[in-house]
Structures are given as structure tokens and as C-alpha cells.
């Protein structure tokens, strides 16, 4: 049903490209609200997306730990998804595992539009919670993530030179020191990101990204492949 429904849209709106720069003043009208229509049926189907995303995860996280008594470790690679658990830190010390109950919903919204590769959408749900809740370490991360996947190096740099600043969990202070390495080498200053590539290492050997930047940059500067915890980056 949704492979039919889906098909439908896509022929419809290759009909409207094909036809929209010829058309005069009110066809253009027309198209534009036809547009808008099939907009509303994406987002729609999107947020229905959404919401058994997160029942399903929520469910299968209950299975797998009934009493929720353990966070699980966070996991970042090329190959690993980057959907992290939304749970509330009830009796964990450190800021990083502490995701405020106002913050979670929109944390997990961010997180399905990050899934589709729908970036801005996912910056958008990110930056929110930055705003209510400045010392969520999570929403910075997949902010400053969504930001490298987006090529806006400053703000992801911005965000993750605080991450650093406030995060004291090896797996994400790793993560942010390889991403800033990553956006060195980007500008082609690789001294610098060798350097913060061995400082990530340091930080977090079982991080395996930084490692691989680093040989990339001393073995084939010229062509680089840069990954920084959620993907793979080709820089030419």
C-alpha cells in the first residue's frame, strides 16, 4: 500500500517539474498548492514513522532490560547506526547520561529525522533542546553531528569544542576531538588534525575513527577518507 502511494507521489510530482517552469501564473498557483498537498501526505507519514520508531525502540529496550537499571554503552562507527537510547539517567552522576524528561520526546524526533538523513529537519529538533537544556551533552553531539553531515564546519566545530568542554565521557570526548580533526583536515591543516586525532585515540583507544583519519592523513593526504562517528566523509 505505501509502495503504491509513495509511487503515485513521486510520478506526481515528476509531472510537476517537468511542467512548472513553462507554465503561466495560474498553473504555477495550481502546482504550488498540489505541491503543499503532497507535503502535508510526507509529513504525515513521517511523524506516523516517527512515533512507531520510538515504540518499537521502547519496546525492544524494555525486552532487553526490563528494570532499565544499565544505560547502554554508546556506540558510534561508519557502520553503526546512530539512534541512541532516550532514557533518563535516574541514578547516573554524570551529565552526560542525564537526558531531561522535556527533552527526551524531541531528542527522539531528532534522532528519526538524523535515521532518514533529513538533516536540517534533525538540527532544527536538536537546537531546541540546546536551547531549553544547554547541559544536555546528547542533543550536542547529534547537533554537531547533523552540522558535519550539513558541511557547516564552524558550527559544528562551535559545538564541538563545547561538547569537549562539558562532556567528561571518554567515548564522546573522543568523538569530539575526531571530529574536530576532521574539520581540520578538511582545511587541509593536517599537523592539527593529526594531532587531535592521537589526542581522541588517547582519550578513547576502542574508538577506532580517529586511528583510521590518522593513517589516512599520513598515508594519502591528497585524497583523504575522513570518518567522524557517523559516517564516511570523502574530502577530495
Given at each position: 500500500m505505501f509502495q503504491h502511494m509513495f509511487a503515485s507521489m513521486n510520478e506526481m510530482l515528476d509531472q510537476i517539474m517537468g511542467q512548472y517552469e513553462k507554465a503561466g501564473a495560474q498553473e504555477k498557483k495550481q502546482y504550488e498548492e498540489q505541491l503543499n498537498e503532497l507535503k502535508k501526505v510526507s509529513d504525515t507519514f513521517i511523524e506516523q514513522w516517527l512515533e512507531f520508531e520510538e515504540k518499537f525502540a521502547d519496546f525492544k529496550e524494555r525486552q532487553a532490560n526490563p528494570d532499565l537499571s544499565e544505560v547502554p554503552e554508546i556506540m558510534a562507527s561508519p557502520s553503526t547506526d546512530m539512534k541512541l537510547p532516550?532514557?533518563?539517567?535516574?541514578?547516573?552522576?554524570?551529565?552526560d547520561l542525564?537526558?531531561?524528561?522535556e527533552a527526551a520526546e524531541i531528542i527522539s524526533k531528532g534522532?528519526?529525522?538524523?535515521?532518514?538523513f533529513m538533516f536540517r529537519q534533525a538540527a532544527l529538533q536538536f537546537q531546541t533542546v540546546i536551547v531549553q537544556s544547554p547541559e544536555c551533552n546528547l542533543a550536542r553531539l547529534f547537533l554537531g553531528?547533523?552540522?558535519m553531515h550539513l558541511?557547516?564546519?564552524n558550527e559544528?566545530?562551535?559545538?564541538?569544542q563545547l561538547l569537549i568542554a562539558l562532556t567528561d565521557f571518554p567515548k564522546w570526548l573522543a568523538m569530539g576531538y575526531n571530529a574536530l580533526g576532521c574539520i581540520q583536515a578538511v582545511h587541509m591543516n593536517l599537523a592539527q588534525a593529526e594531532q587531535l586525532?592521537?589526542?581522541?585515540y588517547d582519550v578513547c583507544p576502542s574508538f577506532k575513527d580517529a586511528l583510521n583519519n590518522l593513517k589516512s592523513c599520513q598515508e594519502t593526504p591528497q585524497q583523504l577518507s575522513l570518518y567522524f562517528g557517523?559516517?564516511?566523509l570523502c574530502c577530495l
Open positions: 532516550v532514557i533518563a539517567a535516574v541514578s547516573c552522576n554524570a551529565a542525564e537526558i531531561p524528561d534522532q528519526g529525522y538524523y535515521k532518514l553531528m547533523t552540522h558541511q557547516n564546519w559544528a566545530q562551535r559545538h564541538f586525532f592521537k589526542k581522541a557517523s559516517t564516511e
